[in-house]
């Protein structure tokens, strides 16, 4: 399987700071990499794929960037629903999907 | 607009097999664009993949869980499910269907069911 890792596993941050998140595939995943939000008790929603494509009614404050085996998502500046946890997931090796571990990104 | 929406039992029995539904609306399963894929989240935990099905009944599953993971498709009621067997505690998690296919991500999710494994 590849692996996905994530860091920070979690991060502090005030409203309008710039946020970054780095996924790192055990491999070389092309362009293959997706980010999810999820928000406590909901489920997963998805923000960037193709690694640097924003998903329909997504804000313009996300992007995602990278190729290969690193990749980040950013947060242009923070704001108060942006506080979630973080998911980054390949889809290279379809026949085995895996997502990162998670960043929480928490109110400083 | 796309909805997914899981059913089942909420308690499941060490050993017993844990079935659930997920019906899906705005969309058919017949359609032939997409995979419908099962995901799992235990509490505080991470996501894993469970397994996918294409219309045509083709499967692909997580090597990890494959020896006890069946998911079928019925296009008549426009739902899948999900049939895991000899269930144990660490199987204890909110379910999610999910739908999969555009540039290989996962557009829309169910709300999640937790399902316990417990005697």
């Known amino acids: 399987d590849i692996q996905m890792t994530q860091s920070p596993s979690s991060l502090s941050a005030s409203i309008g700071d710039r946020v970054t998140i780095t996924c790192r595939a055990s491999?070389?995943?092309?362009?293959?990499l997706s980010w999810y939000q999820q928000r406590p008790g909901k489920a997963p929603k998805l923000l960037i794929y193709a690694a640097s494509s924003l998903q329909s009614g997504v804000p313009s404050r996300f992007s995602g960037s990278g190729s290969g085996t690193d990749f980040t998502l950013t947060i242009s500046s923070l704001q108060p629903e942006d506080f979630a946890t973080y998911y980054c997931?390949?889809?290279?090796?379809?026949?085995?999907?895996?997502f990162g571990g998670g960043t929480k990104v928490e109110i400083k | 607009q796309v909805q997914l929406q899981e059913s089942g039992p909420g308690l499941v029995k060490p050993s017993q097999t844990l079935s659930l539904t997920c019906t899906v609306s705005g969309a058919s399963i017949s359609s032939g664009t997409y995979y419908w894929s099962w995901i799992r989240q235990p509490a505080g935990k991470g996501l894993e993949w469970i397994g996918r099905?294409?219309?045509?009944?083709?499967?692909n599953y997580n090597p990890s869980l494959k020896s006890r993971v069946t998911i079928s498709v019925d296009t008549s009621k426009n739902q899948f499910s999900l049939n895991l067997s000899s269930v144990t505690a660490a199987d204890t998690a909110v379910y999610y269907c999910?739908?999969?296919?555009?540039?290989?991500?996962?557009?829309?999710w169910g709300q999640g069911t937790l399902v316990t494994v417990s005697s």
């Open positions: 997931q390949q889809s290279y090796s379809t026949l085995a999907l895996t």
């Open positions: 099905i294409y219309t045509s009944g083709s499967t």
């Open positions: 491999q070389s995943i092309s362009s293959y």
């Open positions: 999910a739908r999969y296919g555009g540039y290989r991500f996962f557009d829309f």
